[in-house]
């Protein structure tokens, strides 16, 4: 799996966007993005994945540049309860393990 | 509700001792992924069962060790148990195939060792 490379910590406003970046500039054409995220001692949850394209859905929207070595995860209005440590991974979605690195812990203040 | 259930949900034992954790994965996914997650540390992955049959094996102690049964639950036995093993473990579930949000976690189980 290529390596990815996250800020290890952001605040946001809450009402904001958040934007957590996140850099992979050894992906292989077949790997997609995923993000996860882990709310305080809880197990991960699916955020939303994408190969190539924008990609929307009800938590999120993903926003993976066109050379696909960096991609954007948008938390269009982030509440108190976004709060949580937000992983970036790139891998072959094949039914293998995930691996997580060390995330993002993002912060909404009020 | 994940439709991943973890038993118990939290587990205080002493050194030396062993204790069996328990996965029910989501109905329908045929692979069971255990992780462990020190305090303040990282995910990391111990061992994956397909079918009943392992699959991987990651950073897994000797004294720990897993199976899948016929009815697709898992049980995670540790054994000789050390303070440092307190952690949360958590249990993980995917269908066979996907471009998936088909990886499930549970709610996990807190094991402390006093």
């Known amino acids: 799996d290529a390596k990815t490379t996250q800020p290890p910590s952001m605040d946001c406003a809450e009402g904001r966007a958040a934007n957590l970046p996140c850099n992979h500039s050894?992906?292989?054409?077949?790997?997609?993005v995923y993000w996860y995220r882990q709310i305080h001692s809880q197990g991960p949850q699916y955020i939303i994945h994408?190969?190539?394209n924008n990609e929307t859905n009800e938590m999120a929207s993903l926003i993976i540049t066109e050379d696909r070595k960096s991609s954007t995860l948008i938390l269009p209005h982030a509440t108190l309860r976004d709060t949580a440590v937000y992983y970036c991974i790139v891998r072959v979605p094949i039914n293998e393990k995930l691996t997580f690195g060390t995330g993002t812990r993002l912060t909404i203040i009020p | 509700d994940s439709g991943v259930t973890q038993t118990p949900k939290h587990l205080i034992t002493a050194t030396g001792q062993r204790v069996t954790l328990r996965c029910s994965p989501r109905?329908?996914?045929?692979?069971v992924y255990w992780y462990q997650q020190s305090l303040d540390q990282g995910l990391q992955f111990l061992i994956q069962y397909y079918n009943g049959e392992e699959r991987a094996k990651g950073n897994i102690l000797e004294r720990f060790s897993a199976q899948q049964f016929p009815d697709l639950h898992s049980e995670l036995n540790l054994s000789s148990l050390e303070l440092g093993d307190s952690a949360l473990y958590f249990c993980a579930s995917s269908a066979e195939t996907g471009t998936e949000y088909g990886y499930t976690f549970g709610s996990g189980t807190r094991l402390t060792v006093v």
């Open positions: 994408g190969l190539k």
């Open positions: 109905s329908g996914d045929l692979s």
């Open positions: 050894t992906i292989s054409g077949n790997e997609y």
